[in-house]
């Protein structure tokens, strides 16, 4: 045996225990941090939102980028979907709904992907443009406006298969559902569960049909 070896001490059982209880408690912090992106993302958004700390990916693709990115494509659709003000406040500007005009391809694109990676930042429910009808509500007077499979009169509880790529706006406390915030796209097939509805003046004395739904 060499000097090396005879002179070789083993280390302290203090500091063998002290390696130990930091190696044990390094893995229950992992276990947590993991736990709380997939059980509770809600408080490591919270986290994020108060520390600015971005472009960080979590477990399945949950990131904060992909958050941010889905905050600047409803800002821009927002920008082209939002209508000014009638030069008649008692009827609502044409939507962009009304004019076919498609959803952005862009906002789309990133709530499908967020569907898949994280589906807890996607709006579920909101506001939906139905199409144009008659002042008695009794039928839809241009079908080629309509987004869903809805028959008047629409009520509560019915559900609607999306017919044509819709814009899910917010909730508003403006007098018009065209003027609210674009949050989401409900896309061709989707099921929607009416749960309130919603009628304003359009420019021709026919009604702009809306409701409030959830996804199923």
């Known amino acids: 045996m060499s000097a090396v070896q005879e002179g070789a001490k083993s280390p302290p059982v203090w500091s063998v225990v002290l390696k130990d209880i930091s190696a044990f408690a390094w893995n229950i912090f992992l276990l947590v941090v993991v736990g709380m992106c997939l059980w509770h993302p809600e408080y490591i958004k919270d ?8 472009g960080i990916t979590g477990p399945g693709g949950w990131g904060i980028q992909l958050e941010k990115d889905l905050s600047d494509a409803q800002l821009k659709a927002t920008a082209l979907a939002v209508t000014p003000p009638s030069p008649h406040e008692s009827e609502e500007p044409v939507p962009v709904e009304a004019r076919n005009v498609p959803v952005d391809p862009q906002l789309k694109a990133l709530v499908v992907k ?5 589906p807890q ?6 506001w939906v443009f139905l199409g144009e009808a008659d002042s008695q509500r009794q039928k839809f007077v241009t079908t ?3 987004t869903t499979d809805a028959k008047l009169p629409v009520a509560i509880g019915n ?8 814009y899910v706006r917010a909730p508003t406390a403006d007098r018009w559902h ?10 061709k097939g989707q ?3 009416v749960v309130d509805v919603d009628y304003s003046s359009a420019k021709n004395g ?3 049909v809306w409701a409030k739904v959830r996804s199923n």
Do not use: C, K, N
Request: net charge negative; glycine share 8%; hydrophobic share 35%.
């Open 47 to 54: 986290f994020r939102t108060r520390s600015g700390i971005t």
């Open 114 to 118: 967020a569907q898949q990676d994280a």
């Open 121 to 126: 930042i996607v709006p579920t429910g909101g």
């Open 144 to 146: 080629s406006s309509t």
């Open 159 to 166: 559900v609607l298969t999306v017919e044509d790529d819709v």
């Open 178 to 187: 065209s003027s609210a915030p674009v949050t989401s796209v409900f896309r």
């Open 191 to 193: 099921a929607l569960t």
């Open 206 to 208: 026919g009604l702009y």
